[in-house]
């Protein structure tokens, strides 16, 4: 474990090494501010990193994680940061990002009691319940998981939709678009699943085609 931490140390300093020799200016320029145009609601599975996977430099994309990328509306975290994102940085984009193989959304097929995160997973096994008829017809567990992974997050992103932000701001007639993303950890690309939202109206029809 020493080991590792001084590692991660050493790894720091040469990495502010290598971005100065770049770029003399880099971290002074990183200091003035940041106006990213996309914020990025992820799983904090360490195994997804945002800026790694689309190629963005610190400073386009802000960034909020937690276990399965969940849009809860009770949660003050997640509220503050699409708060923040919308209302301050003027995001023009908002991104919901799940992964194959998430673990979050494995332990709510089952029933198994894990500890204090069978709370949150509670909220996932919601999305089930919301499609279990359509989830059930796959009989191949895989395929199963697979699909309940894509459900998730479209049920985030028309959950974002429906938060009094992103209300707002298409009342406002500002430029937000919401989209939803899964990741596969074993290709390492991306899949669409044309959930892109921009007004209200883009809602109803989104949901209707999609589900």
Same mark, same amino acid.
Request: proline letters at 2%.
């Given at each position: 474990?020493?080991? !590792? ?29 940041? @106006? ?10 360490? +195994?997804?990193?945002? $800026? ?6 610190? %400073? ?5 994680? $937690? ?9 003050? $975290?997640?509220?503050? =940061? ?10 023009? &984009?908002? /991104? ?13 097929? %089952? ?10 997973? +509670? ?14 017809? !796959?009989?191949?567990?895989?395929? +199963? !998981?697979?699909?309940?992974?894509? /459900?998730?997050?479209?049920?985030? =992103?028309?959950?974002?939709?429906? @938060?009094?932000?992103? #209300? ?5 007639? #500002?430029?937000?678009?919401? &989209? %939803? ?9 991306? @899949?669409?699943?044309?959930? $892109? ?10 949901? #209707?085609?999609?589900?």
């Amino acid at each position: 474990m020493i080991d !590792f931490y001084k590692k991660i140390l050493d790894n720091n300093a040469k990495w502010v090494e290598d971005s100065l020799k770049k770029d003399p200016n880099y971290f002074k320029d990183l200091a003035k501010g940041q @106006t990213p145009p996309l914020l990025w609601i992820g799983c904090s599975d360490s +195994r997804v990193p945002a $800026n790694e996977i689309i190629g963005a430099k610190p %400073g386009e994309v802000f960034v909020h994680r $937690n276990i399965a990328n969940m849009v809860i509306h009770s949660d003050m $975290n997640m509220l503050s =940061v699409l708060d923040y994102a919308v209302n301050v940085l003027k995001v023009k &984009h908002v /991104l919901v990002c799940g992964h194959y193989g998430c673990g979050g959304v494995k332990a709510a097929m %089952g029933n198994d009691s894990i500890g204090i995160i069978d709370n949150w997973i +509670r909220h996932i096994k919601d999305v089930y319940r919301l499609h279990n008829e359509y989830l059930d017809s !796959f009989l191949d567990e895989n395929e +199963r !998981f697979n699909k309940f992974v894509e /459900l998730n997050v479209k049920e985030q =992103v028309f959950d974002l939709a429906k @938060t009094s932000i992103v #209300q707002s701001a298409w009342r406002k007639g #500002q430029e937000l678009t919401l &989209h %939803g993303w899964v990741y596969g950890l074993n290709s390492g690309f991306v @899949t669409d699943l044309q959930v $892109n939202i921009s007004s209200e109206k883009d809602l109803d029809n989104v949901y #209707q085609l999609k589900f």
